[in-house]
């Protein structure tokens, strides 16, 4: 006899019934697989070299599933109080950690946006592993490190031919930026904005971002735009701005 009416896909695949309650092996199945399945996320970032890696996935994916498991607890141990409510204070509680992995950089550069989005849905992770919800935790963990690993090599060739983009540009002078607007008219873009980046103040260095617009038809390729602007004598160092 289950204690629920709805019983997880993965339970009643399997015909292990103690999956369904809660008892020493089944915390002790949840905090385990909560550990493999943040460490899965967390490897992939880890290798990347991002802040938030391999221990910080997992403690995030863990402390959610305690949370969930503690509150399973006190739902069943008193028979009071709301099932969901440790869950609910996790998921507004990790937009302070998912806060503080983003940052402005000097290259005018949103950073942290897709580590704050992880850590947000490793905690979601948790939650399901800490109520039990197996299936669903292992099929988003193969989805998550899909997103994770894989969609930035498909995110890279999709942006690569936008007619849109921004670089980071350095100029060896201050009054290069007219000559360069000059040019890249001639090469068919349209300057669409100029910034001066005001973290180059202080080191005489004229550094800009520009966001720039194709408007003929030639072959849209970025990599092959910086190799253009940086034959430009008057430019010291091109990037684009992802």
Partial sequence: MFLFDVVDPFVIATGWEDLAFLNIHTIIIRLVMALICGGCLGFERAMKHHAAGFRTYILVCLGATIAMVTNEFLSLATGLGDGARLGAQV?????????????????????????????????????????????????????????????????????????????????????????????????GFKVLSVERNQAYAETGLSVYTIGLKVINKMKIDHKAFMNEFIKFDYVNYVEEIN
């Fill in 91 to 187: 998921i507004s509680g990790i937009g302070f950690l998912g806060a503080g992995s983003i940052m402005f950089t000097s290259k005018s550069q949103v950073k942290g946006l897709t580590t704050a989005a992880g850590l947000w849905a490793c905690a979601c992770l948790g939650l399901a592993i800490g109520i039990g919800f197996y299936s669903l935790a292992v099929i988003a963990t193969i989805l998550m490190v899909l997103v994770l690993a894989f969609l930035p090599i498909i995110e890279r060739k999709l942006t690569n031919k936008g007619r849109q983009f921004a670089i980071h540009i350095e100029f060896k002078s201050v009054n290069d930026l007219k000559s360069f607007v000059a040019s890249v008219r001639e090469l």
